[in-house]
């Protein structure tokens, strides 16, 4: 079957791609699978790495608030390491009103990552900047911290990879996802309400920043809500861009077609219809963080990682495909090609 060698193509070349990158094969081609048996953690002291983004400031409001929706009550920002990204001026700049924001909120401000792992039990890596997560995640690993990295996952198919990898080896449990995936349409849409996914379109605000591949760095949060109705699977997408817009579509192992339009221009937000066997109906509207904090510290309890890597290695292949069909002027790209490339790339 077409779907079934697609996926022994996809363990195939991923395993090839943590050789490269100096780490074991069949560990990583597990860590696509993950068989991790990870206890359950008692503490509730949660530190946030990365005071650059509005998420720092969103999550830890949401948590130490005194009345605290029951469903992530318990939890507390205690400290957080304000770097971050010195490099993107959209995200530096935030990071001293942000500084002084989370302060008063209680939470102790430390000069290193080393120095927040002292004193928490579990980890936000929310640094804006995803070159830099590789290697603020390995510390994180180090220390045997279970831990959520915001969006993007890293800043490259590569890097990901390497996140999971380091992580399943130090049985460490880690997972990533944009807060769209937990829209209250979305999961009843993938929850089967109006029974099978046929086909999909999404949209969400697509901003570019040239230290990252074009999706990687917003468009992200769009790509992540097609792939949370249609599922992983997609074999290969065409992109068509320009000034304005972004779309790219993929086509699935078993046919179906999912379409997503980042935007640039006019009024933006964030949505798509979705087209199943008992109804097209809209996504909805954006539900904002709750969800995702309910799933985060459900996770930081339970060990159960509600996303698996290889979901989220197969959306950072088809943000890298939309790039490669970009640069070849539309023309259709594999994932199993974004998969090659990288092994290329650790070369």
């Known amino acids: 079957m077409k779907t079934e060698q697609n996926r022994r193509t996809f363990i195939k070349t991923t395993a090839l791609a943590a050789a490269g990158l ?48 029951p469903d992530y009550s318990g939890f507390k920002v205690v400290a957080a390491h304000p770097f971050g990204s010195r490099e993107i001026k959209s995200s530096y700049e935030r990071i001293p009103g942000y500084t002084e924001d989370i302060k008063k909120m209680g939470v ?28 603020q995640a390995m510390e ?12 993007p996952i890293a800043a490259s198919l590569a890097g990901a990879s390497a996140i999971f990898d380091a992580a399943k080896k130090a049985n460490i449990g880690v997972f990533s996802a944009s807060s769209l995936r937990y829209s209250a349409g979305a999961q009843e849409i993938a929850g089967g ?7 999909a ?25 097609l792939f949370t109705v249609m599922g992983p699977g997609c074999k290969q997408v065409v992109r068509i861009s320009s000034p304005d817009v972004d779309i790219v579509v993929g ?29 097209t109906v809209p996504i909805g509207e954006y539900g904002g963080y709750n969800p995702l904090l309910k799933q985060i510290t459900d996770f930081f309890k339970t060990g159960i990682v509600p996303v698996k890597p290889e979901e989220t290695l197969d959306i950072c292949a088809f943000m890298d ?20 490339r990288a092994i290329r790339k650790t070369r």
């Open 140 to 151: 994180v690993i180090k220390a045997g911290k279970r831990f959520f990295i915001d969006k």
């Open 321 to 340: 495909a939309a790039d490669e069909s970009k640069r070849k002027g539309g023309i259709p790209v594999a994932l199993a090609d974004s998969y090659a």
């Open 108 to 135: 102790e401000i430390v000069d290193s990552i080393a120095g927040l792992l002292s004193k928490v039990d579990f980890v936000l890596l929310e640094t804006n900047d995803g070159r830099l997560h590789l290697e």
């Open 193 to 199: 309400k109006y029974g099978k996914v046929l086909g």
């Open 251 to 279: 086509t699935w192992n078993d046919g179906r077609v999912g379409t997503f339009r980042g935007l640039r221009s006019g009024k933006l937000g964030y949505g798509g219809t979705v087209f199943a066997e008992k109804a």
């Open 22 to 69: 100096g780490i074991g094969a069949n560990s990583f081609a597990e860590s696509v699978y993950p068989s991790l048996k990870l206890s359950r953690v008692v503490g509730n002291r949660i530190g946030i790495i990365g005071l650059d983004t509005s998420h720092s400031i969103a999550f830890t409001k949401a948590l130490n608030d005194p009345n605290a929706s």
């Open 201 to 225: 379109e999404t949209f969400s605000p697509c901003h570019l920043e040239s230290t990252h591949p074009d999706l990687f760095w917003y468009g992200i949060h769009g790509v992540e809500s």
